[in-house]
């Protein structure tokens, strides 16, 4: 798309005029100025660019304390919705993310919100409330069950896990907790992980798990074996725990 379609195709896909629709780009501008005048997060992924390239490029996903930026945006009115491959972090595939997507696009046409309501004159109202939606599946059926988001990162663990308190201090019982802590094989993702997930690998401490993350992005795991301290050694201990 070139820059001279964009403001006409948006238009179109808000209903709206041409004048309105570089109005709601402005909008999005001051809106994600906004966001990312606190901290945030970033996560990358390499994936295929889909289209007519054949050629993989790397797709970012930003977390504010909010949530995610681009779900903020389509449930403000303030952005398109686009397909793409990559999957967010905490998730398989990218469908379930392009529905949720889709249902906080179809709650701010209603509430004419952004660009749907730019007509109206209600280009700068914001969405009432944050609206609940769980990505997360139950078996094998693909079916969406609501739960609310508790956090930004909510998609990675719909909730919290209860922790039983310890009932002995004895070297014994802390052994049997810290054996609990480790982590599955086959179960880290190499770019999404943080460090205390990072840390429950044996053989990765703190020091490890943090040139592992200035690292990212990753290819896959396989590309372990370029950090600093990794040697053959290690990486065979390691790679099992990873995707």
């Known amino acids: 798309m070139t820059v001279r379609s964009w403001p006409a195709s948006t238009a179109k896909y808000f209903a709206i005029t041409v004048p309105q629709a570089i109005e709601v780009g402005q909008a999005a501008k001051e809106f994600t100025r906004e966001k990312l005048s606190e901290p945030f997060t970033v996560f990358t992924r390499m994936s295929d660019a889909m289209g007519r390239s054949k050629l993989e490029r790397f797709y970012a996903f930003v977390q504010t304390k909010d949530g995610d930026l681009g779900e903020q945006l389509v449930r403000n009115g303030l952005a398109r919705i686009y397909g793409y491959k990559a999957p967010p972090p905490g998730l398989k595939n ?15 046409r209603q509430e004419k919100i952004g660009g749907w309501g730019a007509t ?11 609206t609940d939606f769980s990505v997360f599946v139950s078996g094998n059926k693909g079916r969406l069950r609501p739960a609310p988001l508790a956090s930004p990162f909510g998609r990675v663990s719909p909730t919290p896990i209860p922790v039983a308190p310890a009932t002995s201090s004895s070297p014994r019982s802390t052994e049997k907790s810290h ?28 020091v490890m798990a943090a040139r592992i993350i200035a690292a990212r992005p990753f290819r896959s795991a396989d590309d372990l074996k370029r950090i600093s301290g990794i040697g053959d050694k290690k990486y065979t201990l390691i790679r099992p725990y990873f995707q």
């Open 94 to 108: 990218s469908r379930l993310e392009i529905e949720k997507l889709q249902q906080f696009e179809d709650e701010a």
């Open 120 to 130: 109206a004159g209600r280009l700068n109202t914001r969405a009432q409330k944050p």
């Open 179 to 206: 054996a609990k802590e480790k982590t599955a094989l086959g179960k880290i993702d190499i770019n999404t992980a943080t460090e205390k997930e990072l840390t429950t690998v044996p053989g990765i401490g703190h």
